[in-house]
């Protein structure tokens, strides 16, 4: 049974920094993109940010390059969002997700974790 478990949300100030993380069972790891999505109140779950199976080349979307830095270690099967920078508007849950394929669409992701949530206060 394939699982992603989330944590390192919470409540932070404008500014602040919060470090994911996501750990992965049940599946090879190696094998999988890994991506990071969120998802605020009423809207649909956005790309973030990936890295592809050796970790060499991410990815991010352009609302939080030069902030978050996406990394991956295929040893621990885990990946991690480190988060700096954080505006208010970075306010969601968090999602990470498993891909098999390459992509930045959360409907082509293969499984998800159960999210952690990330409130940025002004």
């Known amino acids: 049974q394939v699982q992603l478990v989330e944590s390192g949300g919470g409540l932070v100030q404008a500014g602040g920094s919060l470090r994911l993380s996501c750990a992965a069972s049940?599946?090879?790891?190696?094998?999988?993109?890994m991506g990071w999505f969120r998802q605020a109140p009423g809207k649909e779950r956005e790309f973030v940010a990936v890295i592809r199976r050796s970790g060499g080349t991410t990815y991010y979307t352009d609302s939080v390059k030069g902030r978050f830095t996406i990394s991956r270690d295929n040893a621990k099967n885990t990946v991690w969002l480190q988060m700096n920078s954080l505006k208010p508007e970075d306010t969601a849950v968090y999602y990470c997700g498993a891909s098999s394929g390459y992509s930045t669409v959360a409907r082509d992701y293969d499984y998800w974790g159960q999210g952690t949530q990330v409130t940025v206060s002004s």
């Open positions: 049940g599946l090879t790891f190696s094998n999988y993109l």
